[in-house]
């Protein structure tokens, strides 16, 4: 994490040059999202902030008596991962990611739900440039990292509790958006991975390397199969879908810590 652990003596000082508070204010339940804002969570009374310019912006609170902290990331593994591990120096020991994933099924569309059970690292720039680069042979070397069972249970029967459709399976962590050409696509969806995000693989894989209990749900925000990240706009009803959906995120995380 930046050499901190070398730069610092504690824990305590860890959390304060990344957090800019103490690690009391930090609850034992937190959610991060590199996309939703603190006012998409309904209801949720905000007790605490805290933040440090170039590290992360947080704040803690209360939800139907129970205290949560909510934590911005960026769309970024590396910052994603980083965050888990600053956590790891606090009394975190839940967390859920919630952030957006392309489509690599036809029948998932933009403002569906998607649960990660699994992620694969597919993280890292460079290789996918290098001629010598094959995604089928890497992914045949690449184990995925699963999520904690607990917290998935609880998220899919808080889904299911409020009748909100979702589906569930493997992500694929891509370290390139231009890495996601039709060969490519392809090889994903012949390997059962039915959407593409750019964190999950490192918040699952920081998590189990630091013993805190995670899972990752996540809107479609464009179908993968079909490239529309880069045909420009949505129309205004299928933004108007992901935004409601987006808020659905923030309420079920709420109530499911």
Same mark, same amino acid.
């Given at each position: ?98 952030? +957006?994933? /392309? @489509? #690599? ?8 739900? =998607?649960?990660? !059970?699994?992620? &694969?690292? %597919? ?49 694929? +962590?891509? /370290? @390139? #958006? ?8 392809? =090889?994903?969806? !012949?390997?059962? &991975?039915? %959407? ?62």
């Amino acid at each position: 994490m930046y050499g901190l652990t070398n730069k610092f003596s504690n824990a305590s000082e860890i959390v304060l040059n990344c957090f800019g508070c103490k690690q009391k204010i930090i609850s034992k339940n937190v959610i991060i999202s590199p996309v939703l804002k603190f006012s998409d969570f309904d209801n949720f009374e905000i007790i605490n902030t805290f933040g440090r310019k170039y590290w992360w912006k947080g704040c803690t609170g209360f939800y139907k008596g129970k205290i949560i902290t909510i934590i911005q990331s960026k769309q970024s593994s590396n910052n994603a991962g980083d965050l888990v591990i600053a956590l790891s120096y606090t009394r975190c020991k839940n967390v859920f990611f919630l952030g +957006t994933a /392309g @489509s #690599l099924s036809n029948d998932l569309y933009v403002g569906d739900i =998607i649960i990660a !059970n699994e992620a &694969i690292n %597919g993280e890292g720039f460079s290789q996918y440039y290098d001629p010598s680069f094959s995604l089928q042979d890497y992914l045949s070397d690449k184990a995925p990292v699963a999520a904690d069972n607990k917290l998935l249970s609880k998220i899919k029967a808080q889904l299911n509790k409020n009748s909100i459709a979702f589906s569930s399976g493997k992500i694929f +962590t891509i /370290g @390139s #958006l231009f890495a996601e050409n039709k060969k490519n696509i392809s =090889i994903l969806k !012949n390997n059962s &991975i039915i %959407g593409i995000d750019l964190e999950t693989s490192a918040v699952y894989q920081a998590a189990q390397s630091y013993n805190i209990k995670t899972a990752a749900y996540y809107v479609v925000s464009d179908k993968v199969i079909k490239q529309e990240i880069f045909k420009g706009k949505i129309d205004k009803s299928t933004l108007s879908k992901l935004k409601i959906s987006l808020k659905l995120l923030a309420k079920s995380a709420l109530e499911s810590l």
